[in-house]
């Protein structure tokens, strides 16, 4: 089990290890975390070579100036200082090695090895502070800044850009349902009731999007407002993973149906805050998730239990950016309820208001909402022993399962038929437009990855101040080929050179980033450092990573800082010369793996600019100080050697 899990279900588990080891998930997708050094300990290291080459010298132009010294017969031997017949007759090289490393121990102070001792303590020491500041406390979730690595304090200060996850650290990824779209027809939840905006249409019309879907209706002839509500959230009840505490689901819907008495008796366990915002969502409407087990799933709708047979669930993965359940309802038939982004839903469509559908998704993304598209196929009995002897192959391989699995989810998940759309609302967190503007008069650019879609992520950028209304905003999407991707590179190139406009706006999506990745990388590059924003959308976890891997690459040598809440900003974490972890409600994945964890994004301010500050220069003014008196202490002790070898005479 994952470190932190919590038993929430049910009293007691039994547990048997059958992966162990490096056999496991996680020790598979493990990847190696590179040791981080900052620029002060680099630097630190160079110049400790260059005093142990300045050391060598001074060792060898003594012991060469001690031999020129006694070149004379009277200076060779003296009178107080009379040699013994053994180094008479001793070898001349070995007597030469012998002095040389005689000098060595004599210069050997020049290198200050306390200096990595006292510079430890300081790091250590400091990095207490952080975590004693009130002005980095949280005090609605209790959580004061934890330092994970006291060795990149100094880091903080020197920071040039900042790679930004949005969902959770921009945002306090608290979801709540706004506005969903069906069968063309946009609709809003207004008092625990769906309202279509504008005219509505006919009954005939209004219910033509869910009368093939008739099956989850408990009644056909509810008013056209009870029958949309009821079949949406019925969808929508049923295709996620959300899980109910248990003991809570007894006694409701024996009576009369109220939302707020739903809303109040329900606690919903997610792992997406998406999910359970549409499932309490579909409480508040009249559709009660009551919970599920491994072989059913049970929903109330209006009162009315239905309880429908889990056959199999598809899990979510990034390629894929879906989600998909197979039931087999309380009529008998095989259903296949599909939900994730409008790019991996809406191509496998074949049937419903898919133009439409389109249309208001893209409404929804420029409100800032996050969107998802939801369908749906009906299998034959023939099509779903197809579908159950593909899963059952691929899940039960013993070579290449991810890829076995992948092919199977992506011949299950075609021919379906659109059912709508939703849109989530999820805020901002307090002062993350004063912290951006803060960022951005310091000189540092600020990049978001984010995965959401194209207007979507637009839309958070112009609200949280990451964009501004007035910025010439350029965009590289949508590219289909690499000829196509360096033809708009240019021309972007070209805008910059010629528009005569003082800050610049990039939007880059995440396939036209795998093209500009592949062979342009020096234009794209060019182009990305010409502008003072930069918002990457529909990104993957990797290419987060690779993003922040091309700007430290760079011939500046940038130091780079990366935030995020989430197990998928994890890899850019720890590519990042400076990691910072949110500790938001995504678990504590990104926490565990950064350098430094906050609550707020609002805290990276006082981060940076105060403690970040004070760390380089302290750390600065030690570094010099010890270089500095090895410094004088050698160059005082060597030239004394110019004036006479008493030097040599008292110490020998």
């Excluded at 110049?47 to 132009?61: H, P, R, T, V």
Aim: hydrophobic residues 40%; charged residues 25%.
């Amino acid at each position: 089990m994952l470190r932190g899990a919590r038993l929430k279900n049910t009293k007691e588990i039994f547990g048997v290890a059958i992966y162990t080891g490096m056999e496991t998930k996680m020790a598979l997708n493990y990847k190696s975390k590179s040791q981080k050094r900052s620029a002060v300990e680099k630097s630190m290291n160079t110049f400790l070579i260059i005093y142990l080459i300045i050391l060598i010298s001074e060792a060898i132009i003594s012991t060469i100036l001690k031999y020129t010294w006694q070149a004379e017969e009277k200076w060779d031997e003296p009178w107080y200082n009379q040699k013994t017949e053994h180094q008479r007759n001793s070898s001349k090289i070995l007597r030469f090695i012998s002095d040389f490393l005689a000098f060595l121990v004599l210069y050997n102070f020049i290198i200050p090895i306390s200096l990595y001792v006292t510079v430890e303590m300081q790091k250590f020491l400091g990095s207490f502070f952080i975590g004693w500041d009130l002005d980095l406390y949280h005090e609605e979730t209790d959580q004061k800044a934890q330092v994970n690595t006291s060795d990149l304090n100094e880091e903080l200060g020197q920071v040039e850009y900042v790679f930004t996850d949005k969902t959770g650290t921009l945002t306090e990824n608290e979801m709540q349902f706004r506005e969903c779209s069906i069968n063309g027809i946009k609709y809003q939840e207004i008092n625990g009731r769906l309202v279509a905006e504008g005219p509505t249409p006919e009954s005939s019309e209004g219910l033509a999007y869910f009368r093939s879907f008739a099956h989850l209706s408990p009644s056909a002839h509810l008013t056209i407002s009870s029958d949309s509500e009821t079949e949406l959230v019925s969808t929508v009840g049923l295709c996620h993973t959300v899980q109910i505490s248990s003991g809570q689901s007894d006694g409701l819907g024996d009576g009369p149906w109220h939302p707020d008495a739903v809303s109040s008796e329900l606690e919903y366990y997610a792992a997406s805050p998406d999910e359970k915002a549409l499932v309490e969502a579909a409480a508040r409407i009249g559709v009660v998730f009551m919970g599920s087990t491994e072989e059913t799933m049970e929903i109330k709708t209006l009162g009315k239990l239905e309880r429908y047979k889990l056959l199999h669930v598809l899990e979510f993965d990034s390629d894929r950016r879906r989600m998909s359940v197979i039931v087999q309802s309380p009529k008998g038939e095989k259903l296949l309820f599909s939900k994730g982004a409008e790019s991996s839903i809406l191509p496998n469509c074949i049937g419903g208001e898919i133009e439409k559908t389109r249309i208001h998704v893209d409404e929804f993304a420029l409100k800032g909402l996050r969107t998802l598209c939801v369908a749906y196929r009906r299998f034959t009995p023939e099509e779903f022993e197809e579908v159950n002897r593909r899963l059952l192959d691929s899940r039960t391989a013993l070579q290449q399962r991810e890829e076995k699995l992948a092919e199977a989810f992506n011949f299950i998940e075609r021919k379906l038929l659109l059912l709508g759309a939703t849109g989530v609302e999820d805020r901002l967190q307090d002062k993350v437009r004063e912290t951006i503007e803060a960022l951005r008069m310091a000189g540092i650019k600020i990049w978001v990855l984010t995965g959401d879609k194209h207007e979507t992520a637009i839309s958070v950028s112009l609200s949280c101040g990451h964009f501004h209304r007035t910025m010439n905003i350029l965009e590289l999407v949508n590219q289909k080929s690499d000829s196509e991707c360096a033809e708009q590179l240019r021309r972007l190139a070209r805008r910059i050179t010629e528009d005569h406009v003082i800050q610049h706006g990039l939007v880059v999506d995440g396939s036209s980033l795998s093209l500009a990745l592949r062979e342009h990388e020096k234009i794209f590059m060019d182009v990305c450092k010409s502008c003072c924003a930069v918002l990457c959308c529909r990104m993957a976890p990797l290419q987060k990573a690779k993003v922040i891997r091309l700007i430290k690459i760079s011939p500046e040598k940038p130091i780079t800082l990366a935030v995020g809440d989430g197990a998928n900003d994890v890899s850019m974490i720890q590519e990042a010369h400076v990691g910072i972890g949110i500790m938001g409600k995504e678990g504590r994945q990104a926490a565990r793996n950064s350098d430094y964890a906050i609550a707020r994004f609002k805290f990276l301010s006082k981060l940076l600019f105060v403690h970040g500050h004070f760390y380089y220069i302290r750390i600065a003014t030690l570094v010099q100080y010890f270089f500095y008196k090895v410094s004088r202490e050698a160059i005082g002790d060597f030239m004394k050697i110019g004036g006479g070898a008493q030097i040599y005479i008292w110490r020998t």
